[in-house]
């Protein structure tokens, strides 16, 4: 996990964490609800069939996974490709999940201070 850190090198207040805007979550927060999960949907399939090749292909031994391309070699570009790409689309939803993570960790920050400053305890 990686400090968030305020512009005077100390670490990030609440305020300044839930003033953080991700590029991503900017861009996300712009579209239609029904639109952005129909796209985060896309991106989980073609996540899932990736990560099974994936899997497929890092238990392979090094001379079977030589072989195996050598067998096919018209077929790998196009399969590299895909796997370039739900790399960026897990990229994606990883931005996604983390702005969420970020903002829903600062709203409870916020709600668990209120409590405290009215129960007397800060």
């Known amino acids: 996990m990686k400090l968030i850190k305020s512009g005077k090198g100390k670490p990030a207040t609440v305020a300044e964490i839930a003033a953080t805007e991700f590029k991503a979550a900017k861009e996300l927060k712009a579209m239609p609800l029904p639109l952005l999960k129909r796209r ?13 090749i994936a899997a497929a292909i890092i ?14 070699d018209d077929k ?3 399969m590299l490709m895909e ?4 790399a960026n689309e897990a990229r994606g939803l990883h931005q996604l999940l ?3 993570e970020v903002r829903l960790a600062v709203a409870l ?5 209120d409590e405290l ?3 007397g305890e800060v």
């Open 40 to 52: 985060c949907g896309r991106s989980a399939k073609a996540i899932l069939a990736a990560a099974d």
């Open 59 to 72: 238990r392979l031994d090094k001379d079977v996974l030589i072989a195996k391309v050598k067998r096919a």
């Open 76 to 78: 790998i570009g196009p």
């Open 83 to 86: 796997l370039a790409k739900a």
């Open 98 to 100: 983390s702005a969420a």
């Open 109 to 113: 920050a916020v709600v668990e201070g």
């Open 117 to 119: 400053r009215a129960a």
